[in-house]
């Protein structure tokens, strides 16, 4: 099964939440807006709802909004991706380092979410919770669609999906371009989707799905704006300047490497070895110094 990840990014500075994440903090397992349309908010502290900037960072325990005619697309730290369709709520559970313990957890309080699933290896656990039903996966795409009044359904474009009641007293295997759906009344079987169906699904994540090779090429791009911003803040921070010194560091010298990183951030290895031979080649050419 192709691996999938669906990455758009426009690096947007200035969020108060996009650069938050530093070396060792909560970047390692941040979700990360790198797409959105319409009207997208989060929730904050104190109940209200914001505006979601391109490339801002979420965590466990933030909920997230689409209004109408709106999408929001996350990457996870493991490279799986979620899309949220219009008029939809998605709490953030927990979410995992993309290691081999990996566990992320979302509950779709209304409307639709697309993941596309890395692989995921044994321990590891990706799930999407709504109120009557359970949607677990190994690495996949796959839809989950939640309606107060008709249930929760689950569509898969690739792979196999193991959707569940909310109590995990019963379970469905939904294989590749089938459907079911559970509600109160019970679990429905999984059916294949006709051809019309199956195109209509095909169109509804097109646009999620089209730029997924240059995923790398754009994830790169954003780590290297959130390095060079960290940079920057070293150049203009006084106090973060004495906190450095106090602690025998030369900032201007940590803002210059953290520069000379994002600039070489993905360039293969393969180059600096050249350099690096170039280098010796160079110097066994000069002549040695003669003492008198």
Not at 19 to 38: E, K, Q
Not at 61 to 89: C, F, H, I, Y
Not at 130 to 146: L, N, P, R, Y
Not at 214 to 240: E, K, T, V
């Amino acid at each position: 099964m192709k691996k999938a990840l669906i990455l758009c990014l426009m690096l947007a500075l200035g969020a108060s939440r996009l650069f938050a994440a530093d070396a060792g903090d909560s970047g390692d397992t941040a979700a990360t807006a790198i797409a959105m349309s319409g009207q997208v908010l989060y929730e904050v502290d104190d109940g209200t709802l914001k505006p979601v900037e391109l490339g801002q960072l979420f965590d466990e325990g933030d909920r997230l909004v689409t209004k109408e005619g709106s999408s929001l697309q996350l990457v996870l730290a493991d490279g799986s991706t979620l899309s949220l369709g219009p008029n939809s709520e998605l709490n953030i559970n927990a979410l995992g380092k993309g290691d081999s313990q990996s566990k992320s957890f979302f509950e779709l309080v209304k409307g639709t979410v697309n993941a596309i699933v890395q692989k995921l290896t044994v321990g590891a656990a990706f799930e999407i919770h709504t109120t009557d039903a359970v949607a677990a996966v190994k690495g996949t795409q796959f839809e989950v669609a939640a309606d107060s009044g008709a249930g929760s359904a689950v569509t898969v474009q690739e792979g196999t999906v193991a959707m569940s009641d909310a109590a995990r007293t019963h379970t469905e295997l939904v294989p590749r371009l089938h459907r079911a759906q559970f509600s109160a009344h019970g679990p429905w079987q999984a059916r294949r989707l006709n051809r019309m169906e199956a195109r209509a699904f095909t169109q509804r994540w097109a646009a999620a799905r089209a730029i997924h090779a240059r995923r790398m090429q754009l994830l790169n791009g954003f780590r290297a704006a959130r390095a060079q911003h960290r940079a920057d803040l070293l150049r203009r921070r006084p106090a973060l300047r004495k906190r450095l010194l106090s602690r025998g560091l030369d900032p201007d010298r940590r803002a210059k490497i953290m520069q000379h990183r994002a600039e070489n951030r993905g360039k293969r290895p393969d180059d600096d070895k050249a350099k690096g031979r170039r280098r010796l080649r160079e110097r066994m050419k000069k002549p040695e110094p003669v003492n008198p």
